[in-house]
């Protein structure tokens, strides 16, 4: 079972659609990460949250847009997408301060996003 | 730019078989090194984490690590049919950036 929960598990939305995809861990982890990927190919990097701050956008398109309303809750959400924007969201966390420079990622099960 | 490779595969291997999955890193600075399990259409799962030179065993699992070579591998003693998976070299090149390779597809046949 994975410590990082995220909803919904699968999502079909249209192009002029609003949605948000919700991610909560309570492992006490400091820095929680967006990534997109598409099939066949590795994870990406969109968005990196440290302290409740973004610390990283990876020049993600402004029709995704994240939120870190607390500690253990991150937000992505949804407007205008486009059919190539379906692929699976993951979100990951990892520890941060001293010692944890080389913690890995602790993944969600993601949420399948197809965009109509 | 900071690069991941692996050999896309698949590899395919007999059952009881050992696997070797190789990954080279371009980031000499590199300090951390992960590999990551993905079954079809479900998230990555960490499997090893290694950060010196030389081998780690876990289990069925070795990690080798070369930062001289600037090559990771992993090792899979015995396979078995449920180590079908795409494996991911993933490298944290600094901060809170983790490079991951494209993957390498194995098959361990029954």
């Known amino acids: 079972d994975t410590e990082v929960t995220q909803t919904p598990k699968h999502l079909v939305m249209g192009m002029t659609n609003k949605k948000s995809l919700k991610c909560e861990q309570h492992m006490g982890h400091r820095a929680m990460y967006w990534y997109k990927q598409k099939a066949k190919k590795p994870p990406e990097l969109m968005f990196v949250y440290s302290y409740e701050k973004l610390s990283i956008n990876e020049s993600v398109p402004s029709r995704f847009s994240p939120e870190c309303p607390n500690s253990s809750l991150l937000n992505l959400h949804l407007h205008a997408l486009q059919p190539e924007d379906s692929a699976l969201y993951l979100c990951?966390?990892?520890?941060?301060?001293?010692?944890?420079?080389?913690?890995?990622?602790?993944f969600g099960n993601g949420t399948r996003l197809t965009v109509t | 730019q900071k690069e991941v490779e692996q050999n896309s595969g698949p590899l395919s291997v007999p059952e009881g078989a050992i696997a070797s999955l190789n990954c080279t890193y371009s980031d000499r600075g590199s300090q951390s090194f992960f590999w990551y399990r993905q079954y079809s259409g479900k998230s990555p799962e960490l499997i090893m984490s290694i950060y010196s030179n030389g081998d780690k065993e876990d289990g069925r699992f070795t990690a080798q690590l070369n930062k001289a070579s600037q090559y990771v591998s992993l090792l899979i003693r015995d396979s078995q049919p449920s180590d079908s998976a795409t494996y991911l070299c993933?490298?944290?090149?600094?901060?809170?950036?983790?490079?991951f390779g494209a993957g390498t597809r194995l098959f361990v046949k029954a």
């Open positions: 990951a966390s990892s520890p941060t301060g001293p010692g944890t420079d080389n913690s890995p990622l602790h």
């Open positions: 993933a490298v944290k090149t600094g901060g809170f950036k983790t490079i």
